[in-house]
């Protein structure tokens, strides 16, 4: 009987927490301003089509001051994935389904970017972890975050959490190739554990404690076009998870995988753990 009434718990939490993940769509028009490429655009279409899409299946909060998510220099796409207008969607993107589907024109000069995209969403029923994540440009201090490198910048990565845990970072190429650059290359166990309150900085070897310096990976950024935009991933989650299954092709790089396998890995790992958090941080690239 014992036993039956825990199956029958458990079959009723899964239940309901599968019920949260729904497909869902949306569309969203952006006047691009004169400075902003097609490529950046497109993205910005796309990532607020995701947030009504979001907004309208889930809802919104309403914020009184919304001091966390001010748009900065450093993080345009990310904080507009978080927010829309003075609120706060209460959902998260999980897939997106098929190809997003592009309407570009022009009035008086002006670019004009539609964007529809259909996919998964889930929404959130917990609180999210405030670990703080920097992408640094040829220094480890925070004051040398940026989101603006040129060909031959180094790049640093400094991170705290509140809690204990796990961490993997990637980056997401021009061309659609997904970078394992944490847990290092050397690292056998596919995972890498936090500490609380505890600052890293990633991919200098001096930062590194004693005992790491030897497996630590540090990371020149190249440009072949005159412009590149990547994206970097910061997963963790207080819960243990590995790294997606991935392959070395060049001694000089980071493991690597196609971005699907890495896109399901990552649909498949935060379908299992809603505590799992995600921020991704956009940076360019130029020669």
């Not at 440009?137 to 705290?160: A, C, I, M, P, Q």
């Not at 399901?264 to 790992?269: P, S």
Request: charged residues 25%.
């Amino acid at each position: 009987m014992r036993q039956a009434v825990i199956l029958l718990l458990t079959l009723l939490t899964t239940s309901a927490f599968a019920q949260k993940v729904k497909t869902v769509e949306g569309e969203y028009t952006y006047h691009a301003p004169e400075n902003v490429t097609m490529e950046q655009a497109r993205r910005t279409a796309l990532d607020r089509a995701k947030i009504q899409a979001i907004a309208d299946e889930f809802g919104t909060i309403v914020q009184q001051t919304n001091t966390t998510r001010i748009q900065n220099t450093n993080g345009e796409a990310a904080t507009d994935f978080y927010s829309i207008g003075g609120s706060e969607v209460k959902g998260e993107w999980l897939e997106t389904i098929g190809k997003p589907e592009y309407t570009i024109t022009y009035e008086d000069n002006m670019l004009i970017v539609t964007c529809k995209v259909k996919g998964k969403a889930r929404e959130i029923v917990s609180a999210q972890i405030d670990f703080k994540a920097h992408v640094l440009r040829n220094g480890t201090d925070d004051k040398f975050e940026d989101d603006d490198f040129k060909s031959g910048n180094d790049l640093y990565l400094s991170f705290v959490s509140p809690v204990k845990g796990f961490l993997a970072v990637y980056l997401i190429d021009a061309d659609n190739k997904a970078f394992c650059l944490l847990p290092y290359r050397s690292q056998m166990e596919g995972i890498y554990p936090i500490e609380a309150n505890r600052r890293y900085v990633f991919f200098d070897i001096k930062s590194a404690s004693p005992e790491e310096r030897a497996m630590v990976d540090e990371y020149v950024m190249t440009c072949e076009r005159s412009s590149e935009h990547n994206l970097i991933y910061i997963v963790f989650s207080p819960n243990p998870f590995a790294k997606a299954a991935d392959s070395s092709s060049n001694d000089l790089l980071p493991r690597e995988l196609s971005f699907e396998d890495f896109q399901q890995w990552l649909v498949k790992c935060r379908k299992h753990d809603k505590e799992m958090n995600l921020r991704r941080i956009p940076i360019e690239i130029t020669k």
